[in-house]
């Protein structure tokens, strides 16, 4: 199984600021990733698809890069809606895997 | 605009069963495959299961393989989860969700997911 890890597993920030998620894989899965957002008791929001290719309808301050085992989450400039868990999800094989969430709080 | 709904969930005693539903609607059904995902309270995402657009295809995480069966009718724009066995451990909310694409593997990303519903393992 390919096993994902995200760091860090809290990030406090304010709004305005630039955020960064990491998210590795343990072997490669190409850029066969993807992000989503969750808010307490919703359901998970699809932002990036393909390590890079924004979902329709979500900002521009998010954005994906990396390939291979690395990659980042890039919220340009935090805006209170954005405070939320970040999940990352491989697809490139089964069993697919997400990784353990990164909870952006404010500062 | 594309629905999810999931219904079924409920309090169940371990090692009994149960069957949730997921009911699509404002698009093509047939033509994607379909997830269960998982979320135990206050815990991460799990996957759960998988089935193709014709339901000739399907897989399992480890956890639930040989328990729990996706199919889908597609009669009916409805996809099911059937879990025998319950564990306490399969406490959790369960969401339906959508294929990315019309396309195997390579689009094997959730896009939408339904609200969720509730499932709970106890004696």
């Known amino acids: 199984d390919i096993q994902m890890t995200q760091s860090p597993s809290t990030l406090s920030a304010s709004v305005g600021d630039r955020a960064t998620i990491t998210c590795r894989a343990s072997?490669?899965?190409?850029?066969?990733l993807a992000w989503y957002q969750q808010k307490p008791g919703k359901a998970p929001k699809l932002l990036i698809y393909?390590?890079?290719s924004l979902e329709s309808g979500v900002p521009s301050r998010f954005s994906g890069s990396g390939s291979g085992t690395e990659f980042t989450l890039t919220i340009s400039s935090l805006q209170p809606d954005d405070f939320a868990t970040y999940y990352c999800q491989q697809y490139n094989s089964y069993p697919l895997t997400f990784g353990g969430g990164t909870k952006v709080e404010i500062k | 605009q594309v629905q999810l709904v999931e219904s079924g969930g409920g309090v169940v005693q371990p090692g009994r069963s149960l069957r949730l539903s997921c009911a699509a609607s404002e698009f093509t059904f047939s033509s994607y495959g379909m997830h269960w995902v998982r979320q135990a309270p206050g815990k991460g995402l799990e996957w759960v299961a998988v089935i193709s657009y014709d339901g000739s295809n399907k897989y399992y995480a480890d956890s639930v393989k040989g328990r729990f069966t996706i199919s889908r009718d597609n009669s009916k724009n409805t996809l099911y989860l059937q879990m025998n066995s319950l564990r306490t451990e399969d406490t959790a909310v369960y969401y339906c969700a959508k294929q990315g694409a019309p396309l195997p593997a390579a689009s094997n990303w959730f896009d939408p997911w339904g609200q969720g519903t509730l499932v709970t393992v106890s004696s």
């Open positions: 393909k390590a890079s």
């Open positions: 072997q490669s899965i190409s850029s066969w």
